[in-house]
């Protein structure tokens, strides 16, 4: 059962398509596992059609809309992906075209003995999109985080001082927020995160480490 859910303010900028490609990625993640935030995600999407709906329509010059209409014939067509039928195991169908063998084939780079991350080629230079994997009983050292950070479990769970998380749980952290993620003891701990900025290591190891972990947007 899922616990941690994004809040009504990022459901209602994900329905509105106003969130990054990451940020958006997670949250599609997490609905697909939580009926009831798929349900708010609805709900939110129909009182923006509404909303859309009252609106009063304003004159445009003449031939506007011909010329949109033309400007957009004018875009090469984006390459259609297929989605593979049956599903990947382990992965949610929103990630099954960035990881088409599965997440056991992924090109992990290791970052400490228990830490490893594998950036995924999407999103932007300043909105990094990556996978990490912590192995059982295994932490990130402690951290804040510069701007701000979305996370997904995929996979096993960890601890950090606001609780406890498991698959299909979504985190949302700012940059006054610290934590040191734990994994639990009975399995690797995979996530997908989404973060705008670098992590800042806070404890005394961390600290130490900084010039030489490096886990943030290249």
């Not at 390459?79 to 090109?107: C, N, T």
């Not at 950036?119 to 909105?127: E, F, K």
Request: proline residues 7%; negative net charge.
């Amino acid at each position: 059962m899922v616990h941690h859910h994004p809040d009504s303010e990022v459901l209602t900028d994900y329905a509105a398509g106003s969130l990054a490609f990451g940020q958006s990625l997670c949250v599609a993640v997490h609905l697909e596992g939580c009926p009831e935030c798929r349900r708010r995600s609805s709900q939110l999407s129909q009182v923006g059609a509404e909303l859309m709906n009252q609106l009063v329509p304003v004159a445009v010059e003449d031939g506007l809309l011909d010329r949109i209409l033309g400007e957009i014939d004018g875009v090469s067509a984006l390459p259609v992906v297929d989605i593979p039928a049956s599903p990947i195991e382990g992965v949610p169908r929103a990630l099954r075209k960035l990881l088409p063998d599965g997440l056991d084939a992924v090109p992990w780079k290791r970052v400490t003995s228990r830490l490893q991350t594998a950036v995924l080629g999407v999103g932007d230079a300043a909105n990094q999109v990556a996978l990490v994997r912590i192995k059982p009983g295994g932490s990130i050292p402690e951290h804040r985080h510069g701007g701000t950070e979305t996370t997904v479990v995929l996979r096993g769970g960890f601890s950090d001082r606001g609780g406890n998380y498991l698959a299909g749980d979504f985190v949302s952290l700012g940059e006054d927020d610290s934590h040191q993620p734990i994994a639990h003891q009975n399995s690797d701990c995979i996530c997908l995160t989404a973060q705008n900025a670098p992590l800042q290591f806070t404890g005394f190891w961390g600290k130490i480490a900084n010039p030489f972990i490096s886990i943030h947007p290249q």
